[in-house]
């Protein structure tokens, strides 16, 4: 076979693996012999090269390609990370995962459901609840997160929880099995069921599905963008040109989307932003003390593919207007590529105003406004029982801002009595749902006119009462730089405006000050869940909204990455800044978590209208003024 496909496939060292390429990657590392026939698959994916390779890249420069796998081998009952080189034509890399396992797969759901299927205390457990037609059980195995009691250290634990449907096509979701979670090990066909008692399922459908909803609102009449001349980007492989901006995007099978080498153009000069951004990995922790939740803190990033979510998207449906696609290669489990159509949906939108003024001095006053255009990168991802929205909006001043939305199905107990707690209100009858949150850790590698940055927290405060405060009525905006890890890690507080900006000291704007850029968060909770539990442990990023890193190419995870699926804890962000190091003035990742605290409401019923979080980055002094003066006026109309 000849796999020395980099040169003529790829023209970038960033571009997706093509399915040659993983093809390719698994024939060399099956050829190997370190796996058994029973070996799966749970992702593969380019490895980015170094830093220095990817900005020093020139067009037909020959570079290393090299592919990573990882999956799960039943008869070793662990996990493996596989490097091989395309261009080396050999595996470079082979280790068995000591702590942590490679994500859910296909496989497993399935193994899962089938190892059900012929359990007689499950079989008892289903009858027992009057549940007599077994292929209207929807089975759902949820990430464990540990190992139930009397499974081994090294179990590939599932924990399944169950809903009824009345027929195939419903909303399962409206109606939850109570009060059973079977536990699975799918390495070891091991099944342990834990029942709680039977609970009545409830009767209402909880439908939204078009085709079911009885009536739809018939007022709404057509609204249609159009773009006569096209959009105003270019697209060329995976690099898009929008205004002054340049970025490279792709789709990593464990992060999702994923911005790379973000740059403007500022009057011919070519200035560097962001090295890399993406999610790192965010935990849904649930605080609900019911033994049907309190086990819950999925970390859907790490152990679920948050990339493998991501939906093949429709025009006129996900996006309105003049769309480009760009496409995705992932790898099943059975180790064959799979080419996912239309996962990044790119495209322009109207926002409103960008800057307006009226002189009413003039005689005839003319209003200067200029209308504001963004530019839009998305994704939306399915997760089980919820959708995960990550759009990135470019604007014409600098901004850059990263918005989630949130929707989908919220968890479901069931309340025969109709009394729900402070920890799961009721939603529907019969229905309470358990509070949660949803903490997103994104990993901003920031390039900032260079790679030797700063991070400075800005709060700003009362003036202490004084001769230079005479009237007590004084304010200031104070800035400190961190210097190491331990200082960086913070938490967000509105009552002081605190915002986080990243400088450049070398670099200065027309009035001497540093060029930078601000993080500026949302009102955003941390981890509510106790220091010594589990999610603390495994979810530790989430901990704090802020944590600053010195750049170091392995350290791309907030947590155990691609084996957070139960990993014990640790790894990540605590094990990285364990060592306290320098981050000033040094090529520096910062970390941001942000999110909800998510209690569950009856308007989340039956299915989750979207909710938002997220962050802006604004420029602040990288620019020596408004750098929107040359976006010109909508139309002549706007000045007659
Ligand atoms: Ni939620």
Redesign the pocket.
Known sequence: MNTNVNTETNSHPLDRCSGVELDAAVALLKQSGNLSEEAYFANGFADEPDKEVVLGFKAGTPFERVIRLIGHDPQQKQSFDARVSLTKNELVQFLWIEDGQAAVTGVDVIKSIKLLHKNSDWLEAMSKRGIEDLSLVHVEPWVAGRRPEGMSANARAFSAIFFLHKELEDNHYARPVEGLIAHVDVDSDQVIIEDHGVVPIPEDDGEYAANRIQSLRQDLKPLEITQPEGPSFEVEGQVIKWQKWKMHVSVNPVEGLVLHDVRYDDDGKDRPILYRASLSDMV?PYGDSSPMHNWKHALDSGETNMGHGANSLSLGCDCLGEIYYFDNTILKANGEAQEVKNVICLHEEDYGVLWKHTNMMLEKPIPEVRRSRRLVVSCFHTVGN?EYGFYWYFYQDGTIQMEVK?TGH?GASVVPDGLGTDTSPMVAPMISSPI?Q?LFCFRLDFNLDGAQNTVCETNVEALPVGPDNPLNSGFRAVTTPFKSESEAKREVDPRKSRSWKVINAAVRNQVDQPVGYKLLPQSSPVLLSGDESLPAKRGAFAKHNLWVTPYQSDELYADAGPFSNLHSGGAGLPAYTSKDRAIDDTDLVVWHTFG?T?V?RPEDWPI?PV?YAGFTLLPVGFFDQNPALDVPPPSKACHD
């Open positions: 849904v919820y949130l919220i949660h949803h909800v998510h569950p989750m909710e």
